[in-house]
Structure formats: C-alpha cells, structure tokens
C-alpha cells in the first residue's frame, strides 16, 4: 500500500512539475515589441503626376495601347500624388540601373529608420541579439545585414538572417522567425528591417501584366525592435498573440502569379497575372482556418459549429432552409483593428469584402495606399501607424495584421496593444490632419483623359 502511494505521490509531483515548467516556458515565450520607424524620403523624390509622365514618356516601347492601360492602371490604384519613387528613376536613369542605385536606395531606407529607431527606444546597437533583413530582390555580398553590423559597429555573436524572394508578406515572415528564435533564447533584442529594391527592377519594356508594378510599388521601409526580456515589458507598445503562416507554392498557377521574369524583349521585370485574385484567396482561406480558433471566443467558435452542422443537416432540402442556418465568422468579436497590406484598391476591396469590414476599418490601410503606395513588405507599418496617428489604438485592443506575397503565401499575426495614449505621428506627421482624404480620384483623370478619344487612334505620339 505505501508502495502504491509513493508511487502515486511521485506522478503527481512529475505532474505538478511537468505543468510548472511549460507555464514558466510560455511565460518566458512572450514577443513585445518596443517601437517601430518608418520610412519616408525627400521631397524631391515625390512620384507626382508630371514626374510620372515623364518616366512613362521617356519609354520608347510603349505605343497608344499600352499608354491608355497605363492610365486606367493608375487611375484605379489607389494612389495618389505624394507617393516616393526611386532617385535613378526620377533622374532618368531606370533603364541601366547600377549596383551603387540599389546600394544607395538600401542605405536611406535602413539607416534612417534605424537611427531613428535607436534615438527613440534609448536602446544601443551593441544590445541588439538577433537581426532580420527582408529584402525580397536585392541580395549582395557582403549580405545586407553584415552591411549593418559593419555601420553601428554590432557585437560577434550577433545571430544575423537575410530573408529573399518572399514579396510583400516577408515582414510577416521576420516576426514570426524571431519569436520562434526567442522560444530558444531567453532575454534577446530584435530588430526586423522590412523593405524592397525598387531601383534596380524598374520594367522598361511594353508587356501590360508586368507594367502593373511600375505603377503599384514605391519606396519605403520599416524597423522595428523586438525582445522577449518580461523586465521590459512596461516599455512594450505591442505584444505578439500569435502569427500564422500558409504557402501554397505546390499551385503551379498560384506559384506563377506573382513572379519576376524577363519579357520577350529581355526587359526584366515583375509579373502579375489574373490568377493572382484566386491565389490570394486560396491562401487566405487556408490561413484563416488556422488562425480563427486562435483568436475568436468560445462562444462565436460555438455558433459557427452549431450553424455549419445545421447546414449538413438541411443539405438537400429548400434553399431558405439552408440560407437561414447560414452564418459566417464575425472576427470583430476577437479583433478591433484591421492592418490589411496596402496592396493596391482591388486587394483591399477584396480583403474588405471577404471579412465584411466597413470603411472606417479599411481607411487606415485605403490611406497608407494613397500617401505612400504599395512599398512591399514594409506596408503593413505605414497602416500600423496611421492607426497610431489617428489615436485609435487603446489598451488590450487587439490588431489583425494581414499579408500576401509571392510564393503564394498568406501571413499574418495578431498584436495587442499594450498601453493606452499612443499617438506618435512617425511619418505622419506633417499631413495626418488632412486625413482621412474624402476624394481619392487620381489628378491622371482629369489631365490625361483625353488619351481616351477616339480621334487620338490616328495620332502618332511621341
């Protein structure tokens, strides 16, 4: 008998260990994040209507048919005129770009986010532990971040990734890299560097489908600084509840979507198909499968259930049955903000739709599109920002953050805001109070609409 409670009384305490030790690891486990910095150029960098017809006009491939696509493209994108473009191709110089382009284009966008980023956390670069760079087509050697270590003189051991070849969902990837890495290390500072070469890619040549992007992407960029240190959990604007990531590469029609090639002219460049639309939905869906049961309450989990059995049950009967038992996820009863990837109007439209958002949770990302366009992986914290700005965010609010890029792949996370009073402009700063912009119609309409006529078939344009 007392052999068969000591037995007993050491699986109990194996027990009672067993759970100690997994609650004292999940406590260890936590990502805050500390700030974050956004890029913004010059003023002369700005890609206005005038700047932009000269960089079209300058194209001696493109005939009528390709300037009239050009037209309805940038009318419908969502962009405005304040938007920041490459300095060679302002100079004129897209056509032969050079590898000082791409390395000067690097160098503004991370230095200053990170010199910024520094000044404001108070924290040295000598800390830092982990560095993430997530540059989808710009991969020299020395790498990029070896670039960075070299410039802020950081420490031997520092453990450095580059990130390539993931599009605009790679910031999504960097986070998540890093709060695995910290359920590894314990008491570690890291910084993800977010952003895209556009210098060096810009499409000279005439094919419409890979035209798109010159009229989408812009520059721009983010750092943002991460730790898992519970002493600095009071410092911490953000906390990470979860990421989920989803890549259907193994679609050959998805994985051939967003990719970059060369024209038959030899002209390199990015292309965007049809099927992209469908992709981007297929990867939604299966993230969402995922990443739901992590975020909404029992009782919407409940519903859904309830509902969805109710409809197998009246499968095959009349359709009013079936329609009355119909019921979709309401994310609002998990989720109070929505950072969805600054794609262009038709990505947001269809995100908007598919999660049955109203315009008040797609205006932060609708105004991060227009102010400063599609600049790729670094997008999400322009929306994160202007949310910011605009002093939404409140303590214990709970942020979606939504990304889709080349693969195909769907990644996205949920943050919750930490404290309560945040309202750093960042980027901002100069223009938030003219936002949110009531007209978003592109001055392309009013100027260039002519192009349209018919008369104009039998006009040479040079």
Known sequence: M???????LLFLCSLISYFCNMFLKKRNQCCYMLGYECYKAADDRKLDTEACVRVVMRNKNLGLEQ???LLKTIVSSGLGEETYGPRNVLDGREEFPTENDAH???DEIIFDTLDNLFAKTGVSPSEIDILVVDVSLFSPAPSLTARIINRYKMRDNIKSFNLSGMGCSASMVAIDLVQRLFKTYKNQLAIVVSTESISSHWYCGKEKSMMLSNCLFRSGGSS??????????DRAIFKLNCAVRTNIGYDDEAYGCCIQREDEQGYQGFLLTKSLTKAA?????????????????VKELLRYAISTLGRKLVKGQTPDAARALSFNFNLKSGIEHFCLHPGGRAVIDGLGKSLGLSEYDLEPTRMALYRFGNTSAGGLWYVLSYME???RLKKGDRILMISLGAGFMCNNCVWEVMKDNLEDTRVWKDCIDRYPRKNLVNPFTEKYSWINDECINFVRID
């Open 2 to 8: 007392e052999f068969l409670v000591t037995i007993c």
């Open 67 to 69: 300037y009239r696509f």
């Open 389 to 391: 700005a605009k002093k």
């Open 281 to 297: 939905a297929k990867a939604f869906i299966g993230n969402l499968k995922i990443l739901v049961p992590k975020i909404l309450p």
């Open 104 to 106: 000067s284009e690097m």
């Open 224 to 233: 943002i600084l991460l730790a898992n240190k519970r002493a600095l959990k």
